[in-house]
């Protein structure tokens, strides 16, 4: 995953067992900015690729952001910067 990136971060992860798996970013303000995966996973390596822009397809602005996975009992999240 690059970071800082200006275009195109890649997140990759691994499920061991079918899950629900929730994976969105949000801006610095704790406001939703676009949903990645909603749903259930079955067991497997997955990536998924987020261009800078939200759920409407509008290119959202340079600065931080933070992307937050839930998968079953797992929590993490990311900070990524997006430069222009």
């Known amino acids: ?3 800082p990136f200006a275009r195109r971060t890649r997140f990759q992860w691994q499920i061991p067992v079918e899950v629900d798996v929730h994976l969105c970013v ?4 704790g406001r939703e900015v676009r949903k990645l995966w909603t749903g259930k996973a079955k067991p497997g390596k ?3 690729a987020w261009d800078g822009s939200d759920d ?3 290119r959202v602005p340079a600065g931080i952001y933070i992307c937050r996975m839930n998968a079953g009992t797992f929590a993490g999240s990311r900070k990524l910067v997006l430069t222009r």
Do not use: A, F, K
């Not at 949000?26 to 303000?29: R, V, W």
């Open 46 to 48: 997955y990536s998924l």
């Open 56 to 58: 409407h397809g509008r």
């Open 26 to 29: 949000y801006d610095i303000t």
């Open 1 to 3: 995953m690059p970071n």
